[in-house]
Nanobody, 123 residues
């Protein structure tokens, strides 16, 4: 069973940076895609970024392109989300997720989820 544990959230001023981590365990992730999603109060959960575990191919939401970078450390079974130039609208609970197969931007395609880590960006 896949287990995902996020960390690295916090409070930061607009224009600042944070790096989120997702420690994955429970199986081999060779054929998996790892993703980051976020959910702000009163809004639906939305896609942020995804990365193929083996090939390293990445996909980003338009709202974060050029500011966020997803990466993975295979030996450590850890996925990262480097967030730069943060904006107040980036404030949300950020979730790590996993799915078998190629990247997807759809929440329903991801079968395993972490508990989330809060990111708050002050103006």
């Amino acid at each position: 069973q896949v287990q995902l544990v996020e960390s690295g959230g916090g409070l930061v001023q607009a224009g600042g940076s944070l790096r989120l981590s997702c420690a994955a365990s429970g199986r081999t992730f060779i054929f998996y895609t790892m993703g980051w999603f976020r959910q702000a109060p009163g809004k639906e959960r939305e896609f942020v970024a995804a990365i193929e575990w083996t090939a390293g191919n990445t996909v980003y939401a338009d709202s974060v392109k050029g500011r966020f970078t997803i990466s993975r450390d295979n030996p450590k079974n850890t996925v990262y989300l480097q967030m730069n130039s943060l904006k107040p609208e980036d404030t949300a609970l950020y979730y790590c997720a996993a799915k078998r197969g190629p990247p997807s931007t759809r929440t329903v395609d991801f079968g395993s989820w972490g508990q989330g880590t809060q990111v708050t960006v002050s103006s």
